[in-house]
């Protein structure tokens, strides 16, 4: 995360003075600024790659501790955002005492891999603490302090040091730019700003492709903690080649080694701009990643494809910078704004004929990895422009700072500023690209004005999108979904994404982020499914929990069943409102009924906050590939809904039987089985996983026609996957920690339905029926 800050006055050129006795002695100095710059180019690089990591682990962390709701998210954003402002305004404050930045900085990151080694038993401990701090608690304010809270006590202090580094970087990389070194102090610093963000865009894929699977959570953070001292201790070592510098001397570069002109004289301009880059650049990630999520997939892995993609755009645009900064002279700071808008609605056209492209790559990529290229090929053609423009402004800003004397204090105010815009930034993401043009000389004004009436004129030219083309899902199975109809409505939201309803004949869809989710056709069977197959086992009907409203179906098939309350967790607003809408016909309006709550809550982070017990949960969600889905099918999850179960009480889980494999089916059962002492498994239309810490005992008028594995039978087959898999039953296994099935189902994304259930349906008996009666 970086920033810049503005400068006051004019920039005026040093001068060098070569004077014959002293060449050998700058050319000695020349050469070892350059050595050194080398270094910490390759050291902010490995800084940024490691930095990405522990980002996505912090949050992955604290989103399991506190659900995975916008609300807690934005805690967690303000806790980590908060920690890298602070850091900088902290560098800009004493950057006058620091004689040494390089050791400084050294010791800086020493410190961020210190604490990221500790913070996996800290992360544990803030999940207890939050447990009981927020049991019984609904107030979303009081919910929201208790987040970021505990959410700063974990990362404030890692953050902290992280935002720091900047400005100490850019003392170390000004200095001695006019010294021969062939680059000038602006271009020095603008260059390790690329390095960080290219660093964080190899990060974001090694961390989503190969590290966070490999080695799990508390792994991966602390292999990043051995780089990230790696990357400390060589700092130091470098340190004792550099001299001791004084924050307000300095090395001015000579017109000629300046590639970078000033952007202007005017401050507040160059402010400003600070704060745009970090605004404009946080909120274009936010949008990019949820319209991504509608047309290039909802995956672990399409997350960090998609910002791998974001920031190597960023990096590319701080070498584009330079171009513009040659080209636009002063203005240029307000041409990349204005710029970066234009080019951003020059691309709105292409987004709505995306989903083409999977339907048309479909039958060439029949492997997951060939997908995976598709996707990240489909991501840089829809933001690859725009993010390249908007990349511009922060290096060009770098460029007006590096040259002053007191770069590291200024950078570190200024690194302070636009950190806490790109905090709003997330929040509002549409801002005007052309502020800054106010603060331009007249000719420069009017051809930044031309660029922003140009983009103004494009909105309002574009056609609007097919939404059913946009919201087709074609990226799910890279094929045409099933005809939709016309869409009838769509709403999108933080939490759920884009939430589509879709009419054709008589049939009503509801569809999330492209994905089918239910129907009033076909699919009635499974929805109710999900509400009778437990019943069977319910020794009472007191309270039910349904997770996940979906078209509202399961909800009024639980209020069939005598019980007494019956809470409902969703996520994404927008269902809810759908289901009211759209589905009253199949759903008799249950959402109203008084003995139904609906909480706009992640379901796990429920059973955390709820004291009251449970003779039900019955979980119906979207498809266990989708980022944080399958935190609802680890085993801390099934610790968590054991503990609010009533005696005898049961939980049904779905278990996806389509584009899946075996071993993953058996990873769903064997980690449910680590928790749970008896379980029965049915397949009616869908996978239905029943659960119980007590012996299961099937009402007399109960039909177990469907049923198919159950206790030992369900271990028979677990085991029988292992032999033939030559893996281990503790393998399958998924937890917070190692996240099998949020990486593993994603890459087994393929057509399989029949395979599997006709392998499971082989390991009936009817013996499991009757003595399931007998009990």
Not at 160 to 178: C, D, N, S, Y
Not at 399 to 420: F, H, K, M, Y
Not at 573 to 589: D, E, T, W, Y
Request: with cysteine; charged share 15%.
């Amino acid at each position: 995360m970086s920033t810049i800050s503005p400068t006051s006055g004019s920039l005026t050129p040093a001068t060098v003075s070569y004077d014959a006795a002293l060449r050998g002695t700058v050319g000695r100095i020349a050469r070892q600024p350059f050595t050194t710059f080398t270094a910490l180019c390759l050291l902010y690089f490995a800084s940024g790659a490691v930095g990405l990591v522990d980002e996505v682990i912090f949050f992955k962390y604290l989103s399991l501790a506190f659900g995975a709701t916008a609300h807690a998210s934005s805690a967690v954003l303000v806790a980590f955002m908060g920690g890298l402002a602070l850091g900088s305004v902290a560098a800009a404050r004493f950057d006058a005492r620091v004689s040494r930045p390089l050791l400084v900085y050294g010791a800086l990151e020493i410190a961020v891999g210190a604490l990221c080694a500790v913070s996996p038993w800290l992360f544990g401990g803030v999940a207890h603490l939050y447990a009981s701090m927020a049991a019984g608690t609904t107030s979303l304010a009081t919910l929201e302090l208790v987040r970021t809270g505990l959410a700063a006590a974990v990362v404030l202090l890692p953050t902290f040091a992280m935002g720091a580094t900047l400005p100490l970087v850019a003392r170390v990389a000004g200095a001695g730019a006019g010294t021969g070194a062939g680059l000038g102090g602006a271009h020095r610093v603008a260059t390790l700003y690329a390095a960080n963000t290219a660093g964080g865009a190899v990060g974001a894929l090694l961390g989503a492709y190969a590290v966070i699977p490999a080695l799990g959570l508390t792994a991966s953070l602390r292999a990043g903690a051995v780089v990230s001292v790696g990357v400390g201790v060589t700092a130091i070592l470098l340190s004792r080649r550099a001299p001791a510098t004084d924050a307000t001397s300095s090395t001015e570069a000579p017109p000629s080694a300046r590639p970078l002109p000033s952007p202007g004289p005017v401050p507040r301009g160059v402010m400003l701009a600070a704060a745009a880059s970090g605004l404009l650049v946080f909120a274009g990630e936010v949008v990019f990643i949820h319209l991504l999520a509608l047309v290039d997939g909802a995956s672990v892995y399409v997350f960090g494809l998609v910002l791998a993609v974001f920031l190597v755009a960023l990096s590319a645009g701080a070498g584009a910078s330079r171009i513009l900064a040659r080209k636009a002279g002063e203005s240029a700071l307000a041409a990349s704004l204005a710029l970066s808008g234009l080019v951003l609605a020059a691309s709105l056209p292409v987004w709505d004929r995306l989903p083409d492209l999977f339907v048309a790559a479909g039958p060439l990529v029949p492997a997951w990895w060939e997908r995976e290229v598709v996707r990240g090929l489909v991501a840089a053609l829809a933001m690859g422009l725009p993010a390249m423009c908007m990349g511009m402004t922060f290096p060009l800003v770098l460029a007006a700072l590096a040259p002053r004397a007191d770069r590291g204090a200024r950078i570190g105010v200024a690194t302070a500023v636009n950190t806490l815009a790109s905090m709003a930034g997330s929040l509002l993401a549409g801002f005007a690209y052309a502020t800054t043009a106010l603060f331009v000389r007249a000719p420069a004004r009017r051809r930044v004005a031309g660029l922003a009436l140009g983009a103004c004129v494009l909105i309002l030219a574009v056609p609007r999108w097919d939404l059913a083309r946009l919201s087709s899902g074609a990226n799910v199975y890279f094929e045409r979904q099933p005809e939709q109809g016309r869409v009838i409505w769509i709403d999108e939201d933080l939490h759920g994404g884009v939430v589509t309803v879709t009419r054709g004949g008589d049939i009503t869809t509801l569809w999330t982020n492209g994905k089918y989710q239910g129907d009033t056709g076909w699919q009635m069977t499974p929805q109710r499914s999900f509400a009778d197959v437990p019943a069977m086992f319910v020794p009472r009907f007191g309270r039910a929990l349904v997770v996940g409203v979906g078209t509202g179906v399961t909800v009024q098939e639980t209020a069939h069943y005598p019980f007494e309350r019956i809470d409902v967790a969703e996520l994404s607003p927008g269902i809810v409102k759908a289901a009211r809408l759209f589905f009253g016909s199949v759903n008799g309006g249950i959402l109203d009924d008084p003995r139904v709550h609906v909480r706009l809550e992640d379901g796990r982070n429920l059973l955390v906050v709820e004291k009251d017990h449970y003779d039900l949960v019955t979980v119906e969600l979207t498809s266990i590939w989708f980022s944080g889905a399958a935190n609802l099918y680890n085993k801390e999850f099934y610790e968590v809904a054991a503990a609010k179960l009533t005696e005898g009480g049961v939980l049904s889980q779905w278990i996806q039987l389509h584009h899946t494999t075996l071993r993953e089916v058996a990873s769903q059962m064997a980690t449910a089985r680590a928790v749970f002492a008896h379980a029965a498994f049915f397949i009616r239309g869908q996978g239905f996983l029943v659960l119980s810490a007590d012996p299961l005992r099937a009402r007399p008028d109960a039909d177990l026609g469907d049923l198919v594995l159950a206790d030992e039978t369900m271990d028979a087959f677990i085991d029988d996957v292992c032999v033939r898999g030559g893996f281990t039953r503790a393998s399958l296994i998924s937890t917070d920690d190692n996240l099998r099935l949020e990486y593993a189902t994603p890459r087994n994304n393929v057509p399989s339905l029949a395979a599997v259930v006709d392998a499971l349906q082989a390991q009936r008996s009817p013996e499991v029926a009757a003595r399931l009666r007998a009990r």
